[in-house]
């Protein structure tokens, strides 16, 4: 059975000690910088494990790395991905942002199944306002940004690496069964029902954009995850 397969986009201007951190502290695997693939990851929820493979690549000019991307050569590699978590640091994060959207919509078939991460890595973080007037943007997409150098506060949600790790918790790995841990023992589970769960979550997305409240719709996300959750597991 084939593993999942995350591809993992980092920017040629992070140091490679970065590169290796980054990877390191989302996955908890000792990343060896010089491999592209990296095999048999195991991640491991409270309710499931599963097992990735994680694609990494590089790009110097984002706009040539998604030229070479929605070619015909990478097709196939566009359609088997689970998902792509982006890494860009640029002081203007709009270009980027813009860039990865307009890929998602013209190219990946079936978005919804898939999820798109984009972490901003620089220390001059996105502002809380901004960012949530970004992601309710990027919902349609599945696309959410999340900052790396954001402090955690106990009265927010999860922030940086703790909510990335929370994204890939809550997709829906839709193309096998996954292993549920129950007890001390497991057993297998079948695959959600993919209509119920897609349409649960597009009516989420077009409830999510009628708010004008930032804490109500923090709310309304919280819960619209928490049984999404159930749905899966």
């Known amino acids: 059975m084939d593993n999942h397969k995350v591809l993992i986009l980092l920017p040629e201007s992070l140091e490679i000690q970065e590169h290796i951190a980054f990877i390191s502290t989302i996955f908890q695997k000792q990343y060896d910088e010089t491999e592209s693939i990296a095999r048999d990851v195991q991640w491991k929820t409270k309710y499931y494990e599963t097992t990735l493979d994680l694609y990494?690549?590089?790009?110097?000019?984002?706009?040539?790395?998604?030229?070479?991307?929605?070619?015909?050569?990478?097709?196939?590699?566009?359609?088997?991905?689970?998902?792509?978590?982006?890494?860009?640091?640029?002081?203007?994060?709009k270009p980027p942002v813009e860039c990865l959207k307009n890929l998602i919509d013209e190219r990946i078939e079936d978005f919804t199944a898939k999820f798109f991460i984009g972490c901003y890595f620089n220390?001059?973080?996105?502002?809380?306002?901004?960012?949530?007037?970004?992601?309710?943007?990027?919902?349609?997409?599945?696309?959410?940004?999340?900052?790396?150098?954001?402090?955690?506060?106990?009265?927010m949600d999860k922030v940086g690496s703790e909510r990335i790790k929370e994204i890939i918790d809550v997709h829906p790995w839709l193309s096998h069964p996954e292993t549920?841990?129950?007890?001390?023992?497991?057993?297998?589970?079948?695959?959600?029902?993919?209509?119920?769960?897609?349409?649960?979550?597009?009516?989420?997305?077009?409830?999510?954009?009628?708010?004008?409240?930032?804490?109500e719709a923090e709310l309304f996300i919280e819960k619209i995850i928490d049984e999404l959750s159930d749905m899966i597991v």
């Open 180 to 215: 549920l841990k129950k007890n001390q023992g497991q057993i297998n589970i079948s695959p959600i029902d993919l209509d119920s769960f897609m349409t649960k979550l597009e009516q989420a997305k077009e409830r999510y954009q009628t708010f004008d409240d930032s804490k």
């Open 56 to 93: 990494i690549d590089t790009y110097d000019v984002l706009q040539e790395w998604v030229n070479d991307f929605v070619s015909d050569e990478c097709k196939e590699l566009r359609d088997v991905i689970s998902g792509i978590i982006f890494v860009f640091k640029d002081e203007d994060h």
């Open 123 to 155: 220390e001059n973080v996105i502002e809380e306002d901004e960012l949530y007037e970004l992601n309710s943007d990027l919902l349609v997409q599945n696309f959410e940004i999340v900052n790396w150098f954001d402090k955690p506060d106990p009265s």
